[in-house]
């Protein structure tokens, strides 16, 4: 897709989004899943448009994510790695079987998913929150695969899939975080493989955006590691929990026939 002309009011409103939602994503993980409806709603862009830019701009702005918790020991590599494995076949099935997928279900059901580990997180955990909890390779490979699988089909990123079934396990807030940025670099890379092959991408709207991104996620991520780890998993529940909420009452609109 040839690059759309940009006014200088657009151009301020995508910088305004993209660093507000990139300080959300780097101090909680989530935020990325409202950058399209901003761009389509709020600023007019193009669906397809938004959603092939947005996608393409957070395979960078997830490897300065990457790095800035790297850095700061918040990654358990172990994890990261069969993650990331299990996601990059799954994502492709994923990639093929959208067209057929009943999008109002499995929008409900991942609204379920958030409310509950939203809900899960704001609860006193039953473990010191900076102990670490050494999930098994077969629960990564099927938290990886399935990540993968319904992050393509619904074009919602790998951290909004992921940091509730981690919170519903117990994982260390911190490395939840950085394990749901992980996962994201290979889901949206294969998607973007995709849509430059369809020839809907932007790229000075994704390279804006990816900018955007990356420095708000340079202001969250230290935010993130400041708070405390109780107060931070409180934090990010209420934010999971809002999101959650949000999509069922969508889904809830759709099949009424209200939007």
Not at 5 to 16: D, H, K, R, W, Y
Not at 47 to 66: D, H
Not at 79 to 101: T, Y
Not at 111 to 125: I, V
Request: net charge positive.
């Amino acid at each position: 897709m040839a690059n759309a002309i940009m006014s200088p009011e657009l151009v301020c409103g995508i910088a305004l989004a993209g660093v507000v939602l990139g300080i959300a994503i780097g101090a909680t993980g989530i935020g990325g899943v409202l950058l399209v409806p901003i761009l389509t709603l709020a600023l007019g862009i193009d669906v397809k448009r938004a959603i092939a830019a947005t996608l393409l701009s957070y395979v960078p702005s997830c490897l300065v994510a990457v790095v800035l918790y790297a850095r700061r020991g918040s990654i358990p590599w172990r994890e990261a790695s069969l993650l990331c494995l299990a996601s990059v076949p799954a994502a492709w099935l994923g990639a093929r079987a959208a067209a057929h997928a009943p999008a109002t279900l499995l929008e409900a059901a991942i609204g379920a998913l958030l409310l509950a580990g939203g809900l899960y997180a704001l609860r006193t955990p039953r473990i010191a929150p900076a102990q670490r909890i050494a999930l098994a390779p077969a629960t990564l490979l099927g938290l990886g695969g399935s990540t993968g699988f319904v992050s393509a089909m619904t074009g919602a990123g790998g951290a909004f899939m992921l940091l509730p079934l981690l919170l519903l396990l117990d994982t260390p807030v911190l490395a939840a975080i950085g394990l749901g940025q992980a996962i994201a670099m290979p889901i949206a890379g294969l998607a973007s493989l995709v849509n430059f092959a369809a020839g809907l991408v932007d790229l000075r709207l994704a390279a804006g955006l990816a900018v955007a991104l990356a420095a708000g996620i340079a202001i969250g991520t230290p935010i993130a590691h400041a708070l405390p780890q109780q107060r931070l998993r409180r934090l990010l529940g209420l934010v999971v929990a809002l999101a959650g909420t949000a999509m069922l009452l969508r889904t809830t609109a759709r099949l009424l026939g209200v939007a």
